[in-house]
Nanobody
Framework: QVQLVESGGGLVQPGGSLRLSCAAS????????MGWYRQAPGKQRDLVAT???????NYVDSVKGRFAISRDNAKNTVYLQMNSLRPEDTAVYYC??????????????WGQGTQVTVSS
């Protein structure tokens, strides 16, 4: 079992920045990939950014050049630096962790979600 705790959401004006954090704890053994989804009101949950165990990253087209995902392996934490924020970035952001726990059981785990609101 792996637990994820998210932080860093809030209200920001268009053009502003936020950094989301997601700290993993529990029965962590081997990461496969970690990243962020987001879900706007009335819409489906969409993948935003991913980072693999070797550091490869991928982004949805709408955030390329504005968002950056990174990891601190020592802290088992993933970050999402969000710059040049737009109103359409408003959503609940969910961290996920996919990998193996210390019983060699593969699974995907989710954070509780953190609200990001971009508004003037």
């Amino acid at each position: 079992q792996v637990q994820l705790v998210e932080s860093g959401g809030g209200l920001v004006q268009p053009g502003g920045s936020l950094r989301l954090s997601c700290a993993a704890s529990g029965s962590i053994f081997r990461l496969i990939t970690m990243g962020w989804y987001r879900q706007a009101p009335g819409k489906q949950r969409d993948l935003v950014a991913t980072i693999t165990s070797i550091g490869n990253t991928n982004y949805v087209d709408s955030v390329k050049g504005r968002f950056a995902i990174s990891r601190d392996n020592a802290k088992n934490t993933v970050y999402l630096q969000m710059n040049s924020l737009r109103p359409e970035d408003t959503a609940v952001y969910y961290c996920y962790w996919r990998g193996y726990d210390r019983l060699s059981s593969q699974g995907t785990y989710w954070g509780q979600g953190t609200q990001v609101t971009v508004s003037s």
